[in-house]
């Protein structure tokens, strides 16, 4: 008698990974962007992010890097973070994709991951103003990238199975927060680096 093939398994962790870090996101996003509709009709409204000199959305706003391809950055985050979130919510229901597909949406993730750290050197380093709901996207941003990377690394989707590349992400991936952990921890270093005296000013 033939034994039915297996099912692997859902991808618990991952699809639960998508649908948070993308809801989180997609928050912040839409947050940004409903302090700026509300700033252009009320000249007079005050932004809720709007801290300090040091920390403030509105300051940002008003930046080139924060319209770098011509409209608000954040209608990308509306708009990209839906396919995340779609995605992690098809896997709890049961949903397989196509290895052509994980490879399009790492890519996309990864493409947001790079413009995030490109926006974090531009607020450190350039216009010397923290976004708070920016920092928000790239707290989503960065887990989801990693988290992706590594698991599409140990399932063998971007290099044959048993490979170095496929060895690596499975002994990664029990570990996978550590990385993201390292990847926040530097962002977060650079920052204190270069506002030492942002602690005191929040509590001020």
């Not at 962790?13 to 649908?19: D, E, H, N, R, S």
């Not at 839906?82 to 229901?93: D, F, Y």
């Not at 413009?115 to 709901?133: R, S, T």
Request: charged share 5%; net charge positive.
């Amino acid at each position: 008698m033939t034994a039915l093939p297996t099912a692997s398994p859902r991808p618990w962790g991952l699809a639960a990974l998508l649908t948070v870090t993308g809801a989180v996101g997609w928050w912040g996003a839409m947050a940004l962007i409903t302090e700026r509709i509300a700033k252009l009709i009320d000249p007079t409204h005050v932004i809720a992010c709007d801290v300090n000199p040091l920390v403030s959305c509105g300051t940002v706003m008003t930046t080139w890097q924060a319209s770098l391809l011509g409209f608000p950055n954040p209608l990308l985050g509306v708009a990209g973070f839906v396919a995340p979130i779609a995605v992690g919510v098809a896997l709890l229901a049961g949903a397989r994709f196509a290895r052509w597909f994980w490879i399009a949406l790492l890519a996309g993730v990864a493409g947001a991951w790079l413009f995030c750290h490109w926006l974090f050197v531009q607020a450190v380093y350039d216009i010397g103003v923290l976004c708070p709901y920016c920092m928000l996207v790239w707290a989503a941003v960065i887990p989801m990238f990693w988290g992706l990377l590594i698991w599409m690394l140990a399932r063998g989707l971007l290099a044959p199975a048993g490979s170095g590349a496929t060895r690596v992400g499975a002994a990664l991936l029990p570990y996978s927060w550590l990385v993201v952990l390292v990847n926040v921890a530097g962002i977060a270093a650079a920052i204190l680096l270069r506002f030492p005296t942002l602690i005191t000013s929040l509590a001020a």
